[in-house]
């Protein structure tokens, strides 16, 4: 799960999109090329959605996954 940033460390990066900020740090860049976010409302619950198309493995609750080779697109 993400968390909430109060302030950015000398290694992150921030993001901005249609007035989202988003804080990476700049080493964990390659492992988001590519990556789809979307707002989803189901029932009582609102998240964030993330599709990232280097995915090769996911754990069950959706909280880790893995890259066969990190900035690779496909």
């Known amino acids: 799960m ?3 940033a109060d302030q950015l460390s000398p290694d992150d990066v921030l993001l901005e999109y249609r007035g989202m900020k988003i804080a990476v740090n700049i080493e964990h ?5 590519g990556t789809e976010i ?5 029932g009582l619950s609102d998240n964030f959605r993330f599709r990232n198309p280097n995915v090769s493995g996911e754990c069950g609750c959706g909280e880790s996954f893995s ?3 990190p900035g690779a697109v496909g």
């Open 38 to 42: 979307d707002f989803v409302r189901q």
């Open 29 to 33: 860049l390659p492992l988001l090329e």
């Open 2 to 4: 993400a968390d909430v």
């Open 67 to 69: 890259v066969d080779s």
